[in-house]
């Protein structure tokens, strides 16, 4: 029978609140290192601005590997990386280095397809212009794809905290650590049902303030 009178509603406070951590953190970092990455593959790639074949296939080549690495394996390989970042591989600062690793490249992938999608007039104009590169991409292509980018930006969200739920395996710290702990190996399945309904929660309000954002963007 389920007896909710079990959950320590403070330490599911406290992991969510680690979560929340382990996700905002972890989607600044990826996004920093993500954006660039993307403009770069996008303005490397053929007919593009800065085309280099070699310097695309090299970096197309590295966010494949990244990408193609389950997370899973991912946190055991990088164990000793993270010990080297910050100190320790576990709860909150030793999830972080691997939830970056892992969705940067998936981040940059999105970026490079939304910046596709935008009219290449718009880039031809601007070089007719004689813009510069730079100015190229902040006064152009990064505010023609605004919501595109934040559509993005939402699921790698989203993406983030599943992931930031998966730490819980090695001792990562927050929903997936209380419900690897206590609702798997203590078989306290109140704890278990409570995690994975917060979980549920927060990646619909990440949606649903996602779609928000885009709608308010996109241009009519």
């Known amino acids: 029978m389920i007896d909710f009178s079990v959950v320590d509603w403070g330490d599911i406070g406290q992991a969510t ?8 953190l972890s989607l600044l970092f990826t996004v920093l290192i993500g954006l660039p990455l993307g403009i770069l593959l996008f ?9 280099q074949r070699g310097v695309y296939l090299v970096l197309s080549l590295v966010v494949n ?9 991912l946190l055991i ?17 030793g999830s972080i280095p691997p939830l970056v690793i892992g969705t940067a490249p998936f981040f940059a992938r999105l970026v490079e397809n939304v910046l596709r999608e935008i009219d290449r007039g718009v880039l031809e104009a601007c070089t007719a212009m004689g813009a510069k590169t730079y100015q190229i991409i902040f006064g152009a292509l990064l505010p023609e794809a605004l919501p595109g980018l934040l559509a993005a930006i939402t699921i790698t969200a989203i993406t983030l905290m599943s992931y930031a739920a998966m730490s819980g395996v090695i001792g990562g710290g927050g929903l997936g ?8 190996q203590r078989f306290q399945t109140e704890v278990m049902i409570v995690t994975v309904a917060i979980l549920v929660v927060l990646v619909q309000l990440l949606q649903f303030f996602g779609d ?6 996109t241009r009519k």
């Open 17 to 24: 609140l680690e979560t929340l951590t382990m996700t905002g």
């Open 43 to 51: 303005l490397s790639g053929r007919n593009q601005l800065l085309a």
């Open 65 to 73: 590997v990244l990408r193609s690495v389950p997370f899973l394996i």
């Open 77 to 93: 390989v990088m164990i000793p990386v993270t010990l080297l970042l910050v100190g320790t591989s576990l709860g909150v600062e």
């Open 177 to 184: 650590d209380l419900a690897i702990r206590f609702g798997y």
């Open 212 to 217: 928000r954002l885009v709608q308010h963007f």
